[in-house]
């Protein structure tokens, strides 16, 4: 990979995005030195700018950013780093440097809680104990989520409705994992189905 800093007087523009939800989280300059630091720790640093120095973002908050992907723009001068975050990245507490907290894209985040109480055999977690109780339970609580789903859909209760929507996803995301898949190989599968008209 080769990475113009030269157009840029020796600095790249770095945006950071949040490698399951996409969210934009910051934007950050590079120089040649912080951006193979980065490469070589896949955790990110930056050139501050302020400070004249690298500058590894969680350096005094713990909040490292992990690198999972690193991709240039077209002209090679500018930088899209995908990352998993160990906390806020915005200094005033927030996930995102752009005030745009939202719940899209939180269905990746609930697929890591659920992976992680499963791996981690969480004892006292319901999405562990449906787990262990194996495939045909968990496919099970799927049906009757579905059920209960187009039950609501037949009423006019809004509320009730995207509440057993919920559950439904929920339940069929633990179901993937029953399965060894997940949402992301389920996308490609909605992707590949696209045919422009």
């Known amino acids: 990979m080769t990475i113009d800093f030269a157009k840029g007087n020796g600095l790249v523009p770095v945006v950071i995005q949040d490698s399951d939800t996409l969210q934009v ?3 950050g300059y590079m120089n040649e030195e912080a951006f193979n630091k980065t490469r070589s720790e896949a ?3 930056f050139f501050s700018r302020s400070k ?10 713990g909040n490292f950013l992990n690198v ?3 991709k240039p723009d077209c002209d090679n001068d500018a930088l899209l780093i995908k990352v998993k975050p160990q906390g806020p990245v915005c200094h005033n507490g927030s996930a995102s440097c752009f005030s745009d907290e939202s719940a899209k894209g939180y269905i990746y985040k609930l697929e890591q809680i659920i992976n992680q109480r499963i791996d981690e055999d969480i004892k006292e977690s319901y999405t562990n104990k449906i787990f262990k109780q194996g495939i045909n339970k968990v496919a099970q609580k799927v049906g009757e989520e579905a059920v209960e789903l187009v039950i609501e859909a037949k009423d006019n209760n809004p509320e009730l409705f995207k509440n057993e929507a919920a ?3 929920y339940h069929l995301i633990i179901l993937l994992k029953a399965k060894g898949t997940n949402l992301a190989e389920i996308e490609e599968v909605l992707s590949g189905r696209h045919k422009p008209h």
Do not use: A, C, P, Q
Request: charge should be negative.
């Open 25 to 27: 989280l910051m934007l």
């Open 43 to 45: 955790t990110v640093t």
């Open 52 to 61: 004249n120095r690298l500058w590894t973002k969680g350096e005094t908050s």
């Open 68 to 70: 999972t992907d690193i």
């Open 167 to 169: 559950d439904l996803l």
